[in-house]
């Protein structure tokens, strides 16, 4: 028979409490040798009862929702003196001895992650007395939440886009991928095992920073012998459109893919350009010291079966805080102020995507590291470091809400909004750490 989250509870306070008996027979036995206090009197040291967070078996696997964390947050921050009652899917214990409390979100991460480097995660077991991840689900609107999340700003020259190029502009040959870099992600190159069959361009061996930089971007479809190329589109450093083919894959079609690649079988039926066609245009149109932009651009050159040396990825090009890869569609909402890949369009289009991926590093060459990175940075900030709040009382005013919320850290700015704030978050993982010993 499986406990329940109120027996589990029971078991712990007896278990901590015959440590606690334990430790306190220790310390009086102590106490009597040495005799200390007032003359009669022994002094007994109970060890501290540090806050923690304990989840019931049966809710372990369970998504939490956003007004499950809510009531954590509210418990947390306010407990019984604010009214508040413990949160129905957890229980905080000592909520009184908690002195912060971290939320960070984390795609992908699962327990076991957490589990399988518990031991390299010094600072994380030093600071937190109570660690537990879990799912939440967030596709729903809500209102009169709290989230609080503050960052070292020093952590700016830790930032791994700032570690690999630095902080001054440079031309775009710094930005380059190397031959070895080039190998560790899967690139075609020349004499590399796999590529045997692939084409190479006439390309110099070395490129200049006024070498000029074309945008490329392709569209597969999934046949007998994996993905196969559908189409294939170039534009040049002016934006200009220098190639937009459609090619007929050699081997049978099992899916269009069509939601990703907008390719559909009406559109590939009177195609008859080979890949060896569009290979041979591509040789052509490219100049001999040109630059190869895109995102990801590596499955670009695998569908197209082309070694091509100097290329610049996007994807490696802008970096999240700990090198996490951004989709294209982001960065071109946040960096080119674009919308791409929307979801009314049928598909992607090749020449948007090479386009904005061509943008997206002249944006990077002419800003530089730094002032990409500061922007990115300030972003995130201003998103994490955002509170929430309410709703309050009638009458409730900006420093009683300052007060409120005091104890979290300094409150540089407060406004008051007459109707409650309405926030849509896509689904993510969260991974709640509750920090007690900072």
Known sequence: MEPSSSSLSSVAVKNSGKKRKSSALTAQDEAK?????????????CPPRLPRISVPPERLQQPITLNELTELLHYAALGKAGGIKQPSWCHLHHQ?????????????????????????????????????IQRVYSRCTFSGTVYLMRQNMSDFYNHPVITKFGTKRKGLTAYL???????????????????????????VDCVTDRSPLYGLDCEMCLTEKGNELTR?????????????????????????????SGITAAMLRPITT????????????LPWDAVLVGHSVNNDLIALKLIHPHVIDTSLLYRKEFGQRFKLKILAEKVLKR???????????????????????????????????????????????VVFAGPFPAGFSEREVKRLFCCCGPVWKIKMLP???????????????MGFSF
């Open 232 to 260: 294939v589109s170039l534009v040049d450093s002016d934006g200009n459109c220098v190639m937009d083919e459609l090619v007929k894959p050699q081997n049978r079609i099992l899916s269009y893919l069509t939601k990703f």
């Open 339 to 385: 919308q791409i890949q929307t979801e009314e369009k049928n598909g992607h289009n090749p020449i948007e995507d090479a386009l904005a991926a061509l943008e997206l590093a002249q944006y990077f060459i002419q800003t530089g590291p730094r002032q990409v990175t500061y922007c990115s940075l300030r972003a995130y900030l201003q998103n994490m470091c």
């Open 96 to 132: 009184r001895k908690v002195t912060g409390v971290n939320v960070v979100i984390v795609d992908g991460l699962a327990q076991s992650h957490f589990y399988k480097h518990y031991l390299s995660l010094q600072h994380l077991r030093a600071r937190y007395s109570s660690v537990r």
């Open 33 to 45: 040798r040495l005799k200390t206090g007032q003359e009669g009197e022994e002094v007994v040291e």
């Open 177 to 203: 991928l190397t031959q070895e870099e080039m190998i560790k992600k899967t690139y075609p190159v020349k004499g590399m095992p796999g590529f045997e069959e692939f084409v190479c361009t006439d390309s």
């Open 419 to 433: 109707t409650p704030v309405r926030v849509c978050l896509p689904c993510v993982r969260i991974l709640h750490v």
């Open 274 to 285: 080979t890949l060896r066609d569009v290979q041979a245009k591509l040789r052509a149109v």
